[in-house]
C-alpha cells in the first residue's frame, strides 16, 4: 500500500491509523493538485492510498472506515451492531462533511469570491472562522467526558479529529479554548508515535 499524502493535510491522519494498524505500507509526499499528481487523483487533492493493484481508493472517512475494517482485528474500528456502527458513520460524517469543509474557506478564500480585493478575501476568512468555532464548538460537546471521539473507545477517527483539530490553532480560537477538545489534543500531543509520525511527515524530501 502507499498513501499519497502532504505535510499538515488530513492525509496525516491516514498515516497515524495505519501505523495503529500495524499495517506494511509506505507514504508519498506529493504536490497538491499538481498535474503528476491529478493521474493518481483527478482532483488532485489527498489523501489518496493505492492498495497496490491499480486499486487507488480516496475520501478520508471512506479510506478510514475501510482500513479499520480490513485490520479488524486490531479493534480500531466500529463495535459490532447496527447502532455502534451508525454512530461510528455518524461522527466520520460529521468531521468529513461538516468540520473539514468549514476549514475550506480559510485555507483558500479566493474559491469562495469572485473578488480578489484583499479586504474581501479577509471577510471570506473571517466568516471561515465563525463557521469553524460552530462545529469546533460541536465537536467539544461530543468529547464531553471522553478522551477518544468514539464511544471513548481508541479508534482511527480519533487520528482524524485530531489532525483536523491541529487547524484550529491557525484561527483566533486556537484547540486549547474548548474544554474537552484540549483534554483529547492534549492526549494526542503526548503520544510519542502520532509526534514521530507529525515529524516524519512535516519532512523535506
Ligand atoms: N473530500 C476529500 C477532501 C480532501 C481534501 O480536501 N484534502 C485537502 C488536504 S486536507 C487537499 O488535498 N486540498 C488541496 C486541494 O483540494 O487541491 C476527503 O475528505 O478526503
Redesign the pocket.
Known sequence: MKLYY?PG???VSIWIALHWLGADFETERVK??SYEYKKINP?????ALDMGDGNIK????A?LSYIADKYKEKDLGPDEGLEDEFLFNQISAFL?ADY?PAF?PM?GPKNYTTSRDEKDLEKVVEAAYKKIDSVAIILDNMLEGKTHIYKNKRTVLDAYAYILSRWLSKTPKSWTEYPNLKKFMETMENDEEVQNIIELSTKEI
Open positions: 502532504a493535510t488530513c492525509a497538491l493538485g482532483s488532485g487533492a489527498v489523501p480516496t475520501q478520508a472517512g479510506i468529513s473539514h475550506w485555507f
